[in-house]
């Protein structure tokens, strides 16, 4: 599912019939089964799924800090297969990454661990030193130089291990739920960080994430990674308006809804609308009320207001009243907006 | 209270088990902390497994923890000959000193390095890192607190250790608590050594915890 514009970009990360089984004493795990995948030039790709599914082994993979038990991983067109330990560390040169608990060197200071990459890559020591206050300076923490990691909140750190990653001049960044350890407000600016490194350094990220929101707040494309199985890609807007597979309605269904809420109400008339570029801007639920004369309940809303259109999504359970659904379906249909019937969302 | 002879000898006997226990400990380092590294490298979870030399060294260890000090110190005697020339006094008593301490030591090592968050080893590797980089700019230093802390005991231990070495002619502040303490029952200058002796420790304590912590930048000033 790509389109023309990235058939013709380069091809920065293919994976190809990738699978890993992990083998413990009593047990045996297959935790990805033939994956594969293409990562272009400048593409943000979010690669989403549940605990457990598999997006770590996943990532991984990309710099063969794990070594998958079959199948290829090619990074810009060469096979980490074929290459033996040397190659593969100046192949990880080109490829940063971030972490969730951004393992930062907790006895370096905040300059000591942005020059660690580039004191492997044996740069002489006052460019090194020139690299990486101009890095700080990029990701906002000019003044945070001398600081030691523990005296930096959650977002500063993280702020700091991308300075990090980016040291070597990486074509690619990959990041391991490089959110997931902060608030709301942090995750949006390192999200703002992350997006704008893409653009202005042209780097590929890669986004490992269990958070709905944030592919939709920076991804260009999306992987759904459900029991160690792709089950969809393709396009953020594509992929979130026209789910195909129950994993990725599950995930979408996920993202705030407030599941003991869901099961105290009754009717089971439920549907999934999707606001995107084509939706206007109106108090479209209230005028839907007003026209049919019916409340609805709201069971969970996730929009956003970017510049000047909604985009996101709403859950509304509708009048057990059949006709009344019809006309309220009917009307939102009328705005241009997404309907999904969904069974079941309500137990 | 002391002549000024003898207080001239516990000075100088302090100087001589400051002399064995430091060069001990900084000789069972250059074999112990080696030691300690391969055994984290080598272990099954480690940057480098070899389950061969994990189990010697494993095994090496444990056997030579595992000897009475005051045994080692008579086994060793045939070997302490060959290198000092000598069985007794405080040169002498170097070698099975060492012996004792740089298994010790390794387990030291061993522990504290493998407390060191494999999540930055992780973050170290993904940016190209080789093992040797690893252990030079990951493992030692992120650990240097606790390997510091670790030196204090290794000192502590191997004081003790060569003051029961004083017992057998060892020379230091042991021996002299042996020859006036149990031999002449001048029982004043035995608890002067044993003085010395806390002392001794507790201002190695002291300054090993200090420079720990001194060292140390997790904390928030
Ligand atoms: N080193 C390992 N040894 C054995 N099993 C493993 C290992 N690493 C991962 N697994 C298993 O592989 C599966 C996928 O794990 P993985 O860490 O990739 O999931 P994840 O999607 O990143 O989950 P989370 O969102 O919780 O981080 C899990 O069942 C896990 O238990
Ligand atoms: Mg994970």
Not at chain 1, 131 to 155: C, F, H, N, R, T
Not at chain 2, 130 to 144: C, G, S, Y
Request: with cysteine; glycine share 8%.
């Amino acid at each position: 599912m790509e389109t023309d514009n990235n058939a013709m970009s380069e091809v920065m990360i293919r994976i190809e019939g990738l699978s890993k089984t992990f083998r413990t004493k009593d047990a045996e795990v297959e935790a990805l089964k033939d994956i594969n995948l293409d990562i272009h030039a400048g593409e943000i790709y979010g690669i989403i799924g549940m605990s457990g599914a598999g997006k770590s082994t996943l990532v991984r993979c990309l710099n063969y800090l794990e070594r998958p038990t079959k199948g290829n991983v090619y990074v810009e067109g060469k096979n980490l297969a074929d290459m033996d330990e040397r190659e593969l560390r100046s192949t990880r040169k080109r490829i940063g990454m971030i972490f969730q608990h951004f393992n930062l060197l907790m006895q370096r200071s905040v300059l000591g661990n942005v020059l660690f990459p580039l004191e492997i890559g044996k740069v002489p020591g006052e460019q090194a030193k020139k690299k990486a206050m101009e890095l700080l300076g990029l990701v906002g923490l000019s003044d945070k130089a001398g600081v030691y990691p523990a005296q930096l909140s959650g977002g500063q750190m993280q702020r700091v291990a991308i300075a990090r990653a980016l040291a070597a001049d990486p074509k690619i960044l990959l990041c391991d739920e490089a959110t997931s350890a902060l608030d709301p407000a942090t995750t949006k600016s390192i999200l703002e960080l992350l997006s704008r490194i893409n653009k202005e350094l042209g780097i590929t990220i890669v986004i490992i994430t269990h958070s709905m929101s944030v592919v939709e707040e920076v991804c260009t494309h999306v992987a759904i990674i459900d029991g160690g199985v792709l089950a969809e890609t393709g396009e953020v807007k594509e992929v979130f308006a026209h789910p195909r597979t129950d994993a990725a309605k599950r995930l979408f269904m996920e993202s705030g809804a407030h599941e003991g809420l869901v099961t105290e109400l009754k009717g089971k008339h439920c549907i999934r609308i999707v606001f995107t570029k084509n939706s206007s801007f109106e108090p479209v639920i209230a005028n839907m009320v007003l026209s049919v004369g019916t409340p609805v309940n709201i069971l969970l809303a996730d929009t956003k207001d970017i510049g000047g259109i909604a985009h996101g999504q709403m859950v509304l359970q509708l009048p057990e009243d059949e006709e009344k659904a019809q006309a309220m379906v009917e009307y939102l249909k009328t705005r241009k907006l997404d309907v999904e019937e969904l069974t079941d969302y309500v137990q | 209270m002391f002549s000024e002879k003898i207080i001239s000898m516990l000075f100088e006997n302090t100087l001589i088990t400051l002399y064995m226990t430091v060069a001990s400990t900084l000789i069972a380092y250059v074999i112990g902390l080696p030691m300690g590294i391969l055994l984290v490298l080598s272990a099954k979870d480690g940057l480098r497994p070899n389950a061969v030399l994990y189990k010697a060294l494993d095994v090496i260890v444990n056997l030579l923890r595992s000897i009475p000090f005051l045994i080692l110190l008579v086994l060793v005697i045939p070997l302490t000959r060959a290198i000092v020339g000598k069985s007794y006094g405080p040169t002498a008593t170097i070698v099975p000193l060492t012996i004792a301490a740089a298994p010790f030591i390794a387990r030291l090592v061993e522990s504290s390095l493998r407390e060191v968050d494999p999540g930055v080893v992780e973050a170290a590797k993904s940016m190209g890192a080789d093992n040797f980089n690893i252990v030079t700019k990951v493992l030692i230093p992120e650990a240097r607190t606790a390997l510091i802390t670790d030196a204090t005991v290794a000192l502590v231990t191997i004081l003790g250790y060569s003051a029961m070495a004083g017992t057998v002619g060892g020379g230091g502040l042991g021996d002299i608590a042996i020859q006036y303490g149990y031999y002449r029952y001048q029982t004043d200058i035995m608890f002067a050594t044993v003085i010395l002796l806390v002392l001794l420790v507790q201002i190695l304590q002291w300054a090993g915890m200090r420079l720990a912590r001194a060292l140390d930048r997790r904390v928030r000033s």
